[in-house]
């Protein structure tokens, strides 16, 4: 009996291990006219919107390059360059090539160290990037209906974020005070907390407070919003977001609200003094 539990024992250990240690995998796809040093971006992450080709991921996860361009394309590993410098050959360090791909194909490759990989298109260097590689990134995650009492369809917004935790589905917005009031819901072990803020949520974050306490932040504007990037502690329990405009105070809803109240007022009034007539 013994020898036939064992084997048992372990297909359940590697199947609850395989469980825990789920691995991502990221898409990026490469847009039509990339070739084209003129075009808008190059790159475009599909879980996020981000198109700078910089993204952020954990050991074990998987990106996958889609060529959506008609022109041929390839992702090869590089060392750093500087900013205003476009990579060469001489750069290439061997790590990782697609070799030619063209539209409709992909090149997948499996990140299991940390550390920053930078890479490019060899045949068109102003197309590069690069891919952090951190411990406890955790997934993408989504809030639903965001300030849905004020948005004019009355459905709300989207806001994604990244963590190891949940943030609760009940987010404070505030249009008085141009703000955003976001709560996690457990402890996290990461350092920071990244959100994608659509620009009609909310415009130009420019002040981060955790805990009452006024952070620091890193910005950048995509075609999905804004991506902030924002330091947190495991005892961090509440994030305010503070912009130069949050969604109308008074929306669709809630005009039409207001509009309901005010005929049913003058309604009620013309009944009273029929009363008296």
Known sequence: MRVYLLPLLVLFVAGYASLAFAETTYEIKIPTGASDPGAPFFWSEKSTGVTTGI???????????????TA????TSISQTADDVLPVKDDEDGIFDSGFFTADEYYTRDFDDLGDFYYYCSLHPWMNGVIHVVPSLGNVQ??????????DDGLGFEVKY?????????????????????RISGTSENDDITFILPSNLIENPNAVFVDGVMSEFESEYTSSGTKLIIPITVDSQEIKIMGTKVIPEFGFLAISILSIGIISMLFLTRSKLSMFR
């Open 55 to 69: 993204i952020t991921i954990s050991p074990g996860d998987s990106i996958t390059w889609q060529n959506a361009d």
């Open 72 to 75: 041929f394309h390839t992702v």
């Open 142 to 151: 989504s809030i639903d209906s965001v300030g849905s009492g004020y948005s």
């Open 162 to 182: 990244i963590l190891d935790t949940n943030l609760q589905n009940a987010v404070h917005v505030s249009p008085d005070e141009k703000s955003l009031t976001f």
